[in-house]
């Protein structure tokens, strides 16, 4: 059975969502729809290429996933169907690729716009067509012409420099737990089991925790996550708002 998923910025409370959906369920009746996220940061396409990565690699291959964020054509490379890591991906080209995978990705099309199609609503009208295409089985070189490239925007990666390790927070999610882009392989590089602290501008942590109920209520604690990047959390509490954590502050990692 094929499956599509959504994840846009268009909220809850309009119909942009429902009218995406019946326009798919008008084309394809049996195909499962799954929502992502519809809370993404409005125009933000950090936040939206982080809740991707972490979720598409738990669906089955094949399945195809409807990027519905900042789809203006203006200062864009177009509409495009990717193919990556067995999975497909339709969307604009306006960076959110290079941001959602490691290496770029060689399968691209470049989605044709049709004269009937409206370009006020591409989500709706040229995204979830090709999406349906693919859901049919139709070959995914159909979709359009071959595109070389994609646009870059190249994030902020966390960097070693002798035993210390500087990185970045990169998102906040609904309990207040702050995730880095520190990962575990670089921690362990690094460190070698040597002792270490933890520097947030505001606190200090020299353990890292395996789950949140090692730590006392209310204490903050470091831990890596199921996708093994290094998270600070606060148990029962909001680590973000009361540390006054922002996307994009350091966070510093010394050895000794």
């Known amino acids: 059975m094929a499956i599509i998923t959504l994840t846009t910025d268009f909220g809850l409370k309009d119909h942009y969502v429902s009218a995406i959906k019946g326009a798919i369920l008008s084309q394809l009746p049996t195909v499962t729809i799954v929502d992502i996220s519809h809370k993404i940061e409005k125009y933000n396409l950090l936040d939206a290429s982080f809740i991707l990565k972490e979720s598409y690699p738990n669906f089955p291959q094949g399945t195809i996933h409807l990027i519905g964020i900042n789809t ?12 990556q890591n067995g999975h497909y991906f339709i969307g604009t080209d306006n960076g959110i690729f290079s941001l959602l995978f490691e290496e770029t990705p060689r399968d691209i099309r ?6 009937t ?4 609503f591409p989500a709706r009208d040229i995204f979830a067509k090709a999406a349906c295409r693919l859901a049919r ?13 994609l646009l870059q925007r190249i994030p902020f990666r966390a960097t070693s420099m002798g035993d210390n390790i500087r990185g970045s927070f990169v998102y906040i999610d609904s309990y207040g737990n702050v ?14 089991g040597r002792p270490f602290i933890i520097e947030l501008a505001r606190h200090s942590i020299e353990r890292i925790s395996k789950e949140y109920s090692e730590v006392p209520e209310g204490e903050v604690l470091a831990m890596f996550n199921s996708s093994d990047s290094l998270e600070i959390a606060m148990r029962n509490g909001k680590a973000g708002s009361l540390l006054n954590l922002k996307i994009n502050d350091s966070i510093t990692i010394r050895f000794q």
Not at 110 to 115: D, F, G, L, P
Not at 117 to 120: G, R
């Open 72 to 83: 203006e054509l203006s200062g864009s490379g177009g509409y495009v169907a990717v193919k």
């Open 110 to 115: 470049e989605i044709a716009v049709e004269s």
């Open 117 to 120: 199609d409206k370009l006020s």
């Open 137 to 149: 089985g139709e070959d995914f070189n159909s979709i359009g012409k071959q595109k070389e490239d």
């Open 179 to 192: 995730t880095t882009n520190i990962d575990k392989r670089l921690f362990d590089q690094v460190g070698k």
